[in-house]
């Protein structure tokens, strides 16, 4: 009985994030629908999503963040952000990390949600992983963005790894980027958004999502062939923040 009524809490919560992803689309559709007209006008619909459905939809959900930043992300300029990948709730922590405008690389089928899709492949470069002309038109639209003043973030695992695995591989794509447009990688680790909501439907609740903000990486003197070893180091420094809070079962 006692599982019983946990499920029904679990489907309750469930239901109510998703109230609260589409509640301020639809409070904030004219503004969000003007501002993704323009590329030039993507800096107001970055803050409307930072402020006014990010925000709402975590503290919402119970959801305070505790951000700890060994080093800080410096207005007006580029990056590239990369973190762990476990929850829907990355997306939303990920805007309240950073204040600078960010442009997320993603898979198209997200595109394919209601409301929320619609926006989505307006705003994000989106890439079919299967598809190799996708891949490379990803460089291109990433450069044009870059240019125009503003960062890229990608989950570099490439989607959310099985339950048991604590961090995936990661692909290449985020650190080719970052090498082949010269722009410092910011690594951040997750730890609660899995706890809190993860992929597995009867499970999550509130409480405090913690986020860590690494040094950085600089690219500046580096070439393509150094991809691999950043890969790994960037993963590795991510890698043992969670192994201090490695949950019993997991691999790594």
């Known amino acids: 009985m006692l599982t019983f009524f946990k499920n029904i809490g679990h489907l309750l919560y469930r239901i109510w994030f998703y109230i609260l992803v589409a509640l301020p689309i639809i409070l904030f559709f004219p503004f969000l629908f003007l501002f993704c007209i323009k590329e030039k006008w993507y800096p107001y619909f970055f803050w409307l999503a930072r402020n006014l459905w990010a925000r ?47 442009v997320f690389v993603g898979k198209k089928e997200l595109s394919k949600i209601p409301i929320f899709g619609f926006f989505y492949k307006r705003v994000c470069i989106m890439v079919d992983r299967s598809d190799t002309k996708s891949r490379t038109g990803v460089y291109m639209r990433a450069q044009r963005r870059l240019k125009q003043g503003l960062s890229i973030c990608i989950f570099p695992e490439g989607g959310v790894p099985e339950e048991d695995v604590i961090l995936d591989a990661f692909k290449d794509g985020a650190f080719k980027m970052a090498i082949a447009h010269k722009i410092p990688i910011v690594p951040m680790t997750f730890l609660d958004c899995k706890k ?17 903000v690494h040094p950085f990486f600089e690219t500046k003197e580096l070439d393509e062939s150094h991809k691999a070893s950043l890969r790994e180091d960037v993963r590795n420094v991510i890698l043992k923040e969670l192994q201090r809070k490695k949950p019993t079962g997991i691999k790594y």
């Open 56 to 102: 709402p939809i975590l503290l919402g959900m119970g959801c305070p963040q505790q951000v700890k930043r060994e080093q800080k992300i410096e207005k007006n300029k580029s990056y590239m952000l990369v973190a762990n990948h476990t929850s829907m709730l990355d997306i939303m922590l990920m805007l309240r990390v950073s204040r600078n405008p960010f």
């Open 196 to 212: 809190r909501f993860s992929f597995t439907f009867f499970s999550g609740g509130p409480g405090l999502l913690r986020a860590k």
